[in-house]
């Protein structure tokens, strides 16, 4: 008999269809200062910059790390909501039908709506195009916030190819399996019992939801993992040192540095990282 975890890998019951990881929203306390380094570190392209907040894009299809100013005194960096695009995005349709299915959609602009998950973070449904910071703001345009030349593009130490992951720990990781299987269609790519990676996209990118260690059980976005183009592990621990950072091993496939507020950031090779890979890094999951 086929069980229910099974069923949902043959037939999710998606609400929408995601595509790829369309923004992920993050505060930082010098917004200049953590662009240059993504650009700098990994190849990243800034494509929006209001003197206030910019965004670096990189991949095929574009994904983007929108840099906003912190809110929050207790912290210089963190996410503050998560942004997914979806397949034949239509702004009122998409609105009944989260309404349908009993959630309170926020208007977001024209391209979004925002919700929240199980656990109360911020998630944002989005068309895959048109999307930029700010652009929920009144009369808002990304019209002479483009740069270009050499404040747009920069060749970097790695060259980012994709969202390899988001580490998410959450109050109950079932509960948020199932929630992110239910709305947007991504499928269980590894699980143990304590925990899951839940996929989406070409080339696929990954939530990492794994039960949160924090008093409450507080949810939080414990790490950003980029995948880089032709990853080695001893070529990219050279880079990173040569750059002044100190690369902590993080399994065959990965290095975890900090950015620039002690943010953890990892750089990975586009395969071969999974939950708890850092642990065994010679176990291959059934």
């Not at 953590?34 to 700098?40: K, S, V």
């Not at 990189?58 to 929050?72: D, K, L, M, N, Q």
């Not at 909501?81 to 208007?107: C, I, M, N, W, Y």
């Not at 900090?258 to 750089?267: A, E, L, M, N, S």
């Amino acid at each position: 008999m086929t069980d229910q975890r099974s069923r949902r890998l043959i037939e999710p019951r998606s609400i929408f269809q995601v595509t790829a990881v369309n923004h992920i929203s993050y505060g930082v306390s010098d917004v200049p200062r953590t662009r240059d380094f993504l650009m700098d570190v990994f190849g990243m392209n800034c494509v929006f910059d209001d003197g206030l907040r910019c965004s670096v894009a990189f991949g095929s299809p574009e994904h983007a790390i929108y840099i906003v100013p912190s809110r929050r005194p207790d912290k210089p960096a963190y996410v503050d909501h998560l942004a997914f695009s979806v397949a034949d995005f239509d702004l009122r349709r998409s609105e009944e039908t989260l309404k349908q299915h009993g959630f309170h959609p926020e208007f977001d602009g024209d391209f979004a709506w925002t919700i929240e998950d199980p656990d109360g973070m911020r998630l944002q449904i989005c068309a895959e195009t048109g999307v930029f910071p700010g652009a929920a703001l009144p009369g808002s345009t990304s019209e002479g916030k483009i740069p270009s030349g050499a404040a747009a593009h920069r060749p970097g130490v790695f060259r980012s190819t994709a969202v390899n992951h988001i580490a998410y720990t959450v109050t109950d990781y079932a509960r948020a399996r199932d929630f992110y299987m239910d709305l947007l269609g991504m499928r269980i790519a590894f699980e143990d019992g304590l925990k899951c990676s839940v996929d989406f996209g070409a080339p696929p990118s990954a939530l990492y939801l794994t039960k949160s260690r924090q008093p409450g059980g507080k949810f939080l976005i414990d790490h950003l993992a980029f995948s880089v183009a032709d990853f080695d592990l001893g070529d990219a621990e050279a880079k990173l040192k040569k750059l002044g950072l100190h690369p902590e091993d993080d399994g065959a496939h990965a290095w975890t540095i900090q950015d620039p507020d002690g943010y953890r950031i990892q750089v990975c090779a586009e395969r071969g990282v999974y939950p708890g890979a850092a642990r065994d890094p010679f176990h291959v999951p059934a």
